[in-house]
Nanobody, 115 residues
């Protein structure tokens, strides 16, 4: 089993920055891809960014050039650096691990962008 713990959400003004962290524990060997998703009220959960075991990244068009996903294998942690935040980025953000046993989700961390 894999467990995910997110941190780093909060309230920030438009144009500001936040960094989210997702620490994985348990059966780390089983993880193929890790990523971040968000789900704004009344909308479906959407992919924000993913990173493979080999370091290949993928981003939603809406965050390209503003967000950067990275990983620290020594700490089993994935980060999402979010710059130039916009009000439409407001949502709970969920860490995801795609494992050989299926998807695992974190509990979510709230990001709010408002003046």
């Amino acid at each position: 089993q894999v467990q995910l713990v997110e941190s780093g959400g909060g309230l920030v003004q438009p144009g500001g920055s936040l960094r989210l962290s997702c620490a994985a524990s348990g059966s780390i060997f089983s993880i193929n891809v890790m990523g971040w998703y968000r789900q704004a009220p009344g909308k479906q959960r959407e992919l924000v960014a993913t990173i493979t075991r080999g370091g290949a990244t993928n981003y939603a068009d809406s965050v390209k050039g503003r967000f950067t996903i990275s990983r620290d294998n020594a700490k089993n942690t994935v980060y999402l650096q979010m710059n130039s935040l916009k009000p439409e980025d407001t949502a709970p953000y969920y860490c995801n691990a795609r494992t050989i046993y299926g998807d695992v989700w974190g509990q979510g961390t709230q990001v709010a962008v408002s003046s």
